[in-house]
Protein backbone atom coordinates (compact mmCIF):
# COMPACT_ATOMS: atom_id res chain seq x y z
CA UNK A 1 0.00 0.00 0.00
CA UNK A 2 1.41 3.25 -0.96
CA UNK A 3 1.90 6.52 1.44
CA UNK A 4 -1.20 8.86 -0.35
CA UNK A 5 -3.59 4.68 0.23
CA UNK A 6 -2.31 4.74 3.62
CA UNK A 7 -3.21 8.02 5.29
CA UNK A 8 -6.64 7.81 3.23
CA UNK A 9 -6.88 4.18 5.21
CA UNK A 10 -5.96 6.09 8.26
CA UNK A 11 -9.34 8.45 7.80
CA UNK A 12 -11.02 5.52 8.48
CA UNK A 13 -9.18 2.91 10.85
CA UNK A 14 -8.98 5.93 13.74
CA UNK A 15 -12.62 5.96 13.56
CA UNK A 16 -13.16 2.47 13.02
CA UNK A 17 -11.05 1.88 16.18
CA UNK A 18 -13.31 4.61 17.94
CA UNK A 19 -16.20 2.24 17.55
CA UNK A 20 -14.63 -0.94 18.58
CA UNK A 21 -14.21 0.27 22.02
CA UNK A 22 -17.88 -0.08 22.01
CA UNK A 23 -17.35 -4.13 21.44
CA UNK A 24 -17.90 -6.68 24.12
CA UNK A 25 -16.02 -8.68 21.63
CA UNK A 26 -12.51 -6.49 21.96
CA UNK A 27 -10.07 -7.70 24.60
CA UNK A 28 -9.64 -5.26 27.64
CA UNK A 29 -6.30 -4.96 26.09
CA UNK A 30 -6.99 -3.65 23.07
CA UNK A 31 -9.58 -1.04 24.69
CA UNK A 32 -6.56 0.02 26.75
CA UNK A 33 -4.48 0.38 23.79
CA UNK A 34 -6.86 1.69 21.56
CA UNK A 35 -8.14 4.40 24.45
CA UNK A 36 -4.49 5.81 24.49
CA UNK A 37 -4.38 5.81 20.84
CA UNK A 38 -7.21 8.06 19.72
CA UNK A 39 -6.32 10.00 23.23
CA UNK A 40 -2.52 10.76 21.73
CA UNK A 41 -4.23 11.36 18.08
CA UNK A 42 -6.32 13.78 19.36
CA UNK A 43 -4.52 15.67 21.65
CA UNK A 44 -3.16 19.00 20.44
CA UNK A 45 0.34 18.06 22.25
CA UNK A 46 2.44 15.98 20.20
CA UNK A 47 5.55 13.92 22.05
CA UNK A 48 7.51 15.88 19.71
CA UNK A 49 6.41 19.15 18.87
CA UNK A 50 5.50 20.11 14.92
CA UNK A 51 7.76 23.39 14.86
CA UNK A 52 11.20 20.96 15.54
CA UNK A 53 12.13 20.75 11.49
CA UNK A 54 11.51 16.94 10.29
CA UNK A 55 11.45 15.33 13.54
CA UNK A 56 8.40 17.83 14.34
CA UNK A 57 6.42 15.64 11.74
CA UNK A 58 7.38 12.49 13.22
CA UNK A 59 4.74 11.54 15.05
CA UNK A 60 2.34 12.19 12.85
CA UNK A 61 3.88 10.25 10.08
CA UNK A 62 5.71 7.46 12.36
CA UNK A 63 4.42 6.95 15.76
CA UNK A 64 0.32 7.52 15.54
CA UNK A 65 0.38 4.82 12.30
CA UNK A 66 2.02 2.53 14.26
CA UNK A 67 -0.09 2.77 17.25
CA UNK A 68 -2.79 2.28 15.30
CA UNK A 69 -1.92 -0.87 13.43
CA UNK A 70 -0.67 -2.14 16.91
CA UNK A 71 -4.11 -1.38 18.11
CA UNK A 72 -5.79 -3.24 15.02
CA UNK A 73 -3.46 -5.98 16.29
CA UNK A 74 -5.24 -6.52 18.94
CA UNK A 75 -8.75 -5.96 17.68
CA UNK A 76 -10.75 -9.37 16.45
CA UNK A 77 -10.10 -9.66 13.08
CA UNK A 78 -13.89 -10.10 12.14
CA UNK A 79 -15.00 -7.11 15.10
CA UNK A 80 -12.75 -4.52 13.23
CA UNK A 81 -13.84 -5.02 9.87
CA UNK A 82 -17.27 -4.55 10.90
CA UNK A 83 -16.67 -1.43 12.21
CA UNK A 84 -14.23 -0.30 9.31
CA UNK A 85 -16.94 -0.72 7.41
CA UNK A 86 -19.64 1.52 9.40
CA UNK A 87 -16.76 4.12 9.52
CA UNK A 88 -16.33 4.42 5.86
CA UNK A 89 -19.31 6.24 5.70
CA UNK A 90 -18.78 8.80 9.07
CA UNK A 91 -16.72 11.32 7.25
CA UNK A 92 -19.43 11.99 4.10
CA UNK A 93 -19.13 15.61 3.42
CA UNK A 94 -15.96 16.66 5.16
CA UNK A 95 -17.49 15.80 8.27
CA UNK A 96 -18.31 13.25 10.96
CA UNK A 97 -21.86 12.20 10.84
CA UNK A 98 -21.11 10.79 14.45
CA UNK A 99 -19.77 14.16 15.54
CA UNK A 100 -21.76 13.91 19.16
CA UNK A 101 -18.36 11.48 20.03
CA UNK A 102 -16.69 14.45 19.98
CA UNK A 103 -18.25 15.55 23.36
CA UNK A 104 -16.33 14.25 26.17
CA UNK A 105 -13.00 15.21 24.57
CA UNK A 106 -13.92 18.66 24.36
CA UNK A 107 -15.03 18.23 28.03
CA UNK A 108 -11.71 17.21 28.91
CA UNK A 109 -10.04 20.05 27.49
CA UNK A 110 -12.34 22.58 28.82
CA UNK A 111 -11.57 21.05 32.01
CA UNK A 112 -7.89 20.95 31.84
CA UNK A 113 -7.65 24.61 30.13
CA UNK A 114 -10.38 26.41 33.33
CA UNK A 115 -7.98 24.10 35.78
CA UNK A 116 -5.13 26.30 34.06
CA UNK A 117 -6.24 29.87 34.39
CA UNK A 118 -7.94 28.72 38.00
CA UNK A 119 -4.12 28.31 38.68
CA UNK A 120 -2.95 31.08 37.43
CA UNK A 121 -6.00 33.77 37.94
CA UNK A 122 -6.46 33.03 41.78
CA UNK A 123 -3.12 32.03 42.83
CA UNK A 124 -2.21 35.50 41.52
Do not use: N
Amino acid sequence: MDLRKRAAQLKTDIPAVFLSLESPETPWYAKALAALTLIYALSPVDLIPDFIPLLGYLDDLVILPALITLTIHFIPKETFERYRQEAQGMWQDGKPQKWVYAIPFVFIWLLVLWLIVRKFLLES
